[in-house]
């Protein structure tokens, strides 16, 4: 979705790094797999988009998601 590439966008003007941008958003995306996986669930765009929101380049954000 969209909001993968704002929230990329985002973290980098926060102030951090290419790549570790993108594992904080392929963490995300792992944890969103798994739920939906758990869950028996299909892809839900809004708690998708919730949890790339949540991210930031303070480093408590950085623990498991």
Known sequence: PPETRLTLNRLISEGMNENDSKK???????????????????FNRKRFAKKLE???????????L
């Not at 392929?26 to 028996?40: L, N």
């Not at 949540?54 to 498991?64: E, Y």
């Open 54 to 64: 949540s991210l930031s380049n303070n480093r408590k954000s950085l623990g498991r």
């Open 24 to 42: 904080l958003i392929a963490d995300t995306i792992e944890a969103e797999t798994m739920w939906i996986i758990a869950h028996k669930e299909t």
